[in-house]
């Protein structure tokens, strides 16, 4: 890619909100994204876009949050999700042993996030 191409897709993401519109996009259709179903696959797969965004300066704001902050809301929504010793496998996990039903684990993820976009809405 050359340059200008660089600098454009770099405009073009700029102040965005990719992170939110995949999973705007995975709650959508999660067999597209997700084909388990399964919220431990969804944090996997949301890594990648972590290690992405390590590379690729993208401005998003609502990923910033959400890689900072998801992890501990969700442990803390668990409380005891350290005893189970879930906490050090990520949120995926937490969520799993915390939904009996796991074709309900991404229901779970989408009500946590709602919660947690709000708790952490900026003023």
Do not use: Q
Request: glycine share 10%; hydrophobic share 40%; aromatic share 12%.
């Amino acid at each position: 890619m050359n340059d200008d191409c660089t600098h454009l897709l770099n405009e073009l993401v700029r102040e965005s909100h990719l992170l939110r519109y995949l999973i705007e996009s995975v709650e959508v259709r999660p067999g597209m994204y997700v084909a388990s179903g399964t919220a431990n696959d969804l944090y996997k797969h949301l890594l990648g876009w972590k290690a992405h965004r390590s590379l690729v300066e993208d401005g998003d704001v609502f990923a910033d949050r959400f890689f900072l902050g998801f992890g501990d809301f969700v442990s803390i929504h668990f409380r005891d999700a350290g005893a189970k010793g879930l906490a050090a496998k990520g949120w995926g996990e937490m969520i799993a042993g915390y939904t009996a039903d796991p074709a309900k684990e991404l229901e779970a993820f989408f009500g946590l996030l709602r919660e947690f976009t709000l708790s952490n809405s900026p003023p």
